[in-house]
């Protein structure tokens, strides 16, 4: 059985990743915040960590690998989004933001990743942005577009670091997601044109499937109509 680690997995995103590789046959290990219950099912397991604190992270990391011996799978949901112009963002917003876009994917990507190396394959999917990845978009949430942005740079150089080995590291773009937040704050908006988070996790599962094998996609836009 292929061994997967979700971060964020009580969040609308992470949840359906769950739900959808479970469906896949992985044993799966949800990683959540101390404040949360943690909740056991069969293959299923969640863990807590402050993914912002790099020894933690690193300890998750080692307990799950002692047990399960390999990591075919990380994805990486953990993160958040603020706005703020200019002239209302200082350096200790963008360092927030920082710490969280990019601090929580790093934490647990560089140890997965060794361990990928070690065992010769894996996937990893991170979570990045349109700002993200078109940072004159973020002129009005400069310390998110920045700290996306080096999520995409992240997995380029893991891309480059893996050479030849079956490792592929890769960055999904949502567009505007369906999740009962987004509703709340954007009442009017048409919700057709937004990407569902299943359909998030039903393309991260065919991009880390057999059919899949072959393609190295490092960017993969899910923007649905939004």
């Given at each position: ?192 044109k937004w990407v569902s988070p299943e359909a998030i996790a039903d393309a991260i599962s065919f991009y880390s499937s057999d059919q899949a094998s072959a393609i190295r ?10």
């Amino acid at each position: 059985m292929k061994t997967a680690i979700v971060t964020g997995a009580t969040g609308n995103l992470g949840r359906a990743v769950v739900k959808k590789l479970l469906a896949d046959g992985y044993r799966t290990i949800g990683t959540i915040n101390s404040r949360a219950t943690p909740k056991h099912a069969e293959n299923y397991e969640e863990l807590s960590a402050d993914l912002e604190n790099e020894s933690e992270s690193a300890g998750l990391v080692e307990k799950i690998i002692e047990k399960h011996q390999e990591i075919n799978l990380a994805v990486l949901t953990v993160g958040g989004f603020a706005m703020g112009k200019l002239a209302e963002t200082g350096s200790s917003d963008i360092l927030k933001q920082y710490k969280l876009n990019f601090e929580t994917a790093y934490h647990i990507a560089r140890p997965v990743f060794q361990q990928m190396v070690k065992q010769g394959h894996g996937r990893i999917f991170m979570v990045g942005s349109k700002p993200g990845l078109n940072p004159a978009k973020g002129k009005a949430m400069i310390g998110y577009a920045l700290a996306k942005s080096l999520v995409f740079h992240l997995a380029e150089i893991l891309n480059e670091e893996a050479g030849i080995l079956d490792i592929v590291t890769s960055v999904i773009v949502p567009g505007t997601i369906d999740t009962p937040q987004n509703r709340e704050s954007m009442p009017d908006a048409d919700y057709s044109k937004w990407v569902s988070p299943e359909a998030i996790a039903d393309a991260i599962s065919f991009y880390s499937s057999d059919q899949a094998s072959a393609i190295r996609e490092p960017i993969i836009k899910l923007y649905n109509r939004s």
